[in-house]
Structure formats: C-alpha cells, structure tokens
C-alpha cells in the first residue's frame, strides 16, 4: 500500500520576525503544493527518493539511524520519520518519494514536505494523529533539521487557509474571508531564513528597546490588518504593509532587488507591498484593486521580478491517495 500525502506552501503576510518573538503574524496557505509518498518495506532501511533534486535510488539509511545522515535534500523528511519512529516506537522499513515543484522560492517546502510526510506516516501506521498533533510533530521535525523558527509555516501547511498565528502554535486562529487581491514576485534571489533571524536577534542583542518597540509595532499592525482582512477592506491591509515594510528595512533585512520590486509594485497602483519571511530575498506580494493587476504585474516584470501565479488560501495537508 502506497499512502501519498499533500501539503501546501506558504506566504507570510505580516508579523515576519516579530512572531519568532511570540507576538502574532498572518500567514496565508498557497498552491504551491508537495506531496510525499510511503510505502512499508520488509527490511531495516528507510529508502528515499527526491527526483526533483536528482536523489533517485541512491540515498537510503537504517532505520535507526534515520534523522543523522546530515543529508540537505532529505533532511526534513528524516526528521518528520525520526519524529515519529521515537514516539511510537515504529521499527519498519520505508520506501519514501517526495514530488513538488523544483524551484520552492522560499514558499514554505521544507514545512510542506515536512507536514506531508507526518501525515502519511500517521495513516501508513493507523496512528489516527490530529492537526494539533501532526502541527507539534512537524513543528518539533523542523526545528530539530534548523533551530530555530516561529512554526508558522508548519501551521500554515497543516491547516491551510490564511491564519491567524502566535506563541509558537498556542494561538492558531483561522480567518475566513474571499480571496486576497495578490501578485506574488520572486526576486531571483534564495536565501537561508536562519541567518537573518540570527542577524536580527543579534540587533536585538545590541538595541533590546528599540527592537522590542519595532516588534511592539508589527504586533499592532497584524492585530489591525486582520480585522482589515476579516472585512475585506484591502486598502488598510495595502497601507499596514507599506508601513510593515519600513519596519522590516529598520531591522535590515530588507535587500536592494526587494526595495526596487516593491517600489515597482507601488508604482504599478498596488494598495501596498513588502517583502515575504525572513527577507534579503525571496518574494515579495503587492495587494492590487479593481482591475490594476496586470498593471502591477508589468511593473515588476520590467524590474525583473518573476511572477508567481498561485492561490492563496489553500488547502491544508490532505491524503491525495491510498493505493
Ligand atoms: O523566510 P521564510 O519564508 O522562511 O519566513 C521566515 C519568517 C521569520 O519570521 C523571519 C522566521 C519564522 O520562523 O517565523
């Protein structure tokens, strides 16, 4: 029997870094999907496979030596089965395929892949786990592969749809509204999310105050914009990120290419731009109104940005299939 398991990536909206610090952020699901495959073997080994990164038939581990094989394109998935495997005592062997798009542009994969595989796994093993509880696995998974991270990208990949996110999983809130009027950019340029959360948690070494004032801020920004989002009201959640943007720039982890794209936005009619996560790369969004759109997108295409055409608000980890 081959379970196959579907995660979602994600888009941080507002509340970046702020909400490593347990103050709030909105986080929306996005169609850019991962799906991870399982199948029980009868040997001692956990076999996986990554074809989208050229891991076809070469990598496989004990099983109880899974999560040490400090293997970058499998690392996520090890931790998810390590996870797993240690809190209810799992000895099989795995055959494992994950499948998802080649260029992740810092949407959320290694959430993604991590949540889908704790889902697989739990109907492979009748373990019967709920969100909560494949939400606090994944989490664990991924903070054990980087050491460091909020969890909202591992809430947004169980649960889908945009959230309302803080203390590290304790406040999860979804808000149900229509779709959110979005151009998604990638600025061509990938970055690692945990050397800039490093970098500001340093400034706030230096500036405790000022740092916990300009999070004090992000945290009134979100609390606004989700009301904002709740009504609809794109014009307040345009100008939260506008003013968020300046604060991400005062914490510097803003980049020359993001500045220019979300500059672009602005002046292509967008309500509002900022850049997406950890920053010194990776997307920006712009909110458009009516029917400014392409407007936005021409903008940013011309300042060399790529546009990513996805939805927002998709839907959490499912079984896509049992076979
Ligand atoms: O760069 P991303 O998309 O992984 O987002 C990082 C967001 C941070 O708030 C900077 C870190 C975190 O774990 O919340």
Known sequence: MVVTASAPGKLMLLGDHAVVYDHPCIVTAVDLRYSVSIEVTNNDEIKIKVPVHGIENNFSVKVEKIGTSNTKETSFVEAAISAIYKKYGVTKGLAVTTNGPKISYGLGSSSAVTVATVRALSQVFNLNLTSKEIFELSYQAVLDVQGKGSGFDVAAAVFGGTIYYAGKGKHIEPLQHEDIPLVICYSGEKVGTVNLVKQVYELKQRRPNIVDSVFEIMHRLVDRAREALLNSDWDTVGELANIHQG???????????????????????????????????DCIFALYSGNNKDMISSSLLKANGEIIDIKTGARGVYIASVS
């Open 247 to 281: 604060l991400l720039d005062a914490l510097g982890v803003n980049a020359p290419k993001l500045s220019e794209l979300v500059f672009s936005a602005r002046k292509g009619g967008a309500l509002g731009a900022k850049l997406s996560g950890a920053g010194g790369g």
